[in-house]
């Protein structure tokens, strides 16, 4: 189970603007929740304050709890293996942050070296079946292939496949259909809907989506939490 209490974050310690305020939900085990607000609203920074990604100066306030573990208190070496093994991250963006001197399928299977004790082909062997399930068409090869010949929407769909690799308890995506059309966004879904008992926090501004995926619906706006309930509840009578 992943819990928040009371997160707040600002960007400096001096500074009075905060980009998420007071900020209280319960993830449970299997739970699907997607995180909906406008832009700014502090959506992806709650995700980064989950992980412990934020920019050094960043102060993030309350609790996070991971199974009972304050993750604001854990030290590297345990935030290394929370990272992927326990909690996995689907970046925003078209893929810009694959590493273009390294193969998809190499980076993609990385988190099952890294996190399962995997051998190489053993995990690039995984990803070619991640690859399947999202529909990517050629799958072998595009596993040997490097992040320059994918198009944005293909490299979306590889970071959402890494962020699965590693059979994580908890995912969290931030806008993981962004720039897809309406067939990719459909297989993203279906990828969501594979996860089976595991937990998931999806940032997004489709409200279709997030009705395709999510059991529950959390709304920021201007970094405060306005409203928060079942997610047919809050789409027909928000």
Same mark, same amino acid.
């Given at each position: 189970m992943l819990e928040l209490k009371h997160v707040s974050v600002r960007f400096s310690p001096e500074s009075r603007v905060q980009a998420v305020e007071d900020v209280s939900l319960v993830l449970p085990d299997g739970g699907k929740m997607a995180l909906v607000g406008e832009t700014g609203s502090g959506?992806?920074? @709650? +995700?980064? &304050?989950?992980?412990?990604? $934020?920019?050094?100066?960043?102060?993030?306030?309350?609790?996070?709890?991971?199974? /009972?573990?304050? @993750? +604001?208190? &854990?030290?590297?070496?345990? $935030?290394?293996?929370?990272?992927?093994?326990?909690?996995?991250?689907?970046?925003? /963006?078209?893929?810009?942050?694959?590493?273009?001197?390294?193969?998809?399928?190499?980076?993609?299977?990385?988190?099952?070296?890294?996190?399962?004790?995997?051998?190489?082909?053993?995990?690039?062997?995984?990803?070619?079946?991640?690859?399947?399930?999202l529909n990517l068409g050629r799958e072998e090869i595009l596993a040997k292939a490097y992040p320059h010949s994918f198009s944005g929407g293909m490299r979306q769909r590889a970071l959402v496949a890494m962020g699965m690799a590693a059979d994580a308890g908890i995912v969290l995506a931030d806008e993981p259909t962004k720039g897809l059309d309406e067939k990719r966004i459909t297989l993203v879904a279906e990828a969501f809907h594979r996860l089976g008992d595991r937990s998931l926090l999806c940032v997004t501004h489709d409200l279709g989506f997030a009705e395709q995926i999510a059991t529950t619906i959390c709304v920021l706006y201007a970094g405060q939490q306005v409203e928060i309930g079942p997610a047919a509840a809050v789409l027909a009578h928000p």
């Open positions: 959506k992806s920074v @709650l +995700l980064l &304050a989950i992980l412990r990604l $934020l920019p050094e100066a960043a102060v993030c306030s309350g609790e996070i709890l991971l199974h /009972g573990e304050n @993750l +604001l208190q &854990a030290d590297r070496k345990r $935030l290394c293996q929370i990272r992927g093994g326990e909690i996995s991250y689907v970046p925003q /963006g078209n893929g810009n942050s694959l590493n273009p001197l390294m193969t998809v399928g190499f980076q993609v299977g990385e988190p099952r070296m890294e996190h399962c004790g995997e051998s190489e082909k053993q995990a690039v062997a995984a990803a070619v079946t991640l690859f399947r399930r």
